[in-house]
């Protein structure tokens, strides 16, 4: 392989985590891409072809597996070759304690036993929604040794997974150690967009409070377009004004700083008045209102620094 790194002076080995770059937002390797690499996608579904799709433009070599022989009809099969990368792109569905997690263990259990070739570091790069300390369990389990671990979460909306995966926003990757992040750091210099290197429980953390803040969103202007409907105001042109106007959606790095509870002279009494009204009028949001009300304490109990509003 003709990989190019050099490591970066900061990195943490430390035992507890394997290898965590931080939270630097670029790579600890200057990688550059190598010759192209052989992949082999497990789960065919928008994200497995996605991923599969912007891995064969930038000319690597690319098979597919899926226990739905319907669903990889139009894509080349794996033939049991040996392979570089498994990309492990299965569904978690919600489960009473978070992601029935049994698909992604059971994709593992697959991707570990996929031959390696000679003399190269294997990876597997999970791409599933997680919880929160999931990719660990995949090492303690038993994958450390077998091939290096790196948790690359997809971002991609489903109708529109193949134009953002070719081209994404950004990349927020884990891996389990250098070796691991020198190969990766190879595969994403093909991508023009930044990458950000975080711990797994960061990267996991990251991927489903994106799509939190998503269905956050959403809720938020749909609950403001029926308070101006329910009092004989148009919620289209509403929730245009509100698009405009809002701070939040002006500038997206407002309130990003972790551990900074809201203060001034305006949120906290708006939070409070808003989640009055809401409570004796009926409308809907009273529940979120009273929920960021007790959020935001709880952050300020231990945080001196607020934003202000």
Known sequence: MLLRA??????DRGPRSRYLPGTMSRSPFDGTP??????????????????????????????????????????PADNGDARDLVYVCVGTAAAAAG??????????????????????????????????????????AGLAGRRGLCYQPAFCREGRALAEEDAPAAIVAAVDGPATACLMASVFARFPCPVHWTGFAGAETAKLWANLLNALKITAFNTAAAWAEAHGDDPAVTAAALAAASLAVREPAYGTRPGTPFAGRCLPKDLEAAGAFAAATGLPGAELLAAMKVLNARTAAVAPVATDG
């Open 34 to 75: 190598g010759e192209p690499l052989r992949a082999l996608i497990l789960g065919c579904g928008p994200v497995g072809r996605a991923t599969g799709a912007a891995l064969a433009r930038r000319g690597h070599q690319v098979a597919y597996r899926d226990v739905v022989a319907a669903a990889m009809a139009d894509l």
């Open 6 to 11: 050099r490591p970066h002076a900061g990195l």
């Open 99 to 140: 992601f029935d997690l049994s698909a992604v263990r059971a994709a593992l259990a697959v991707a570990a036993a996929v031959p390696v070739p000679g003399g190269v570091h294997g990876v597997v790069v999970v791409r599933s929604t997680l919880t929160p300390g999931a990719c660990e369990s995949f090492l303690q």
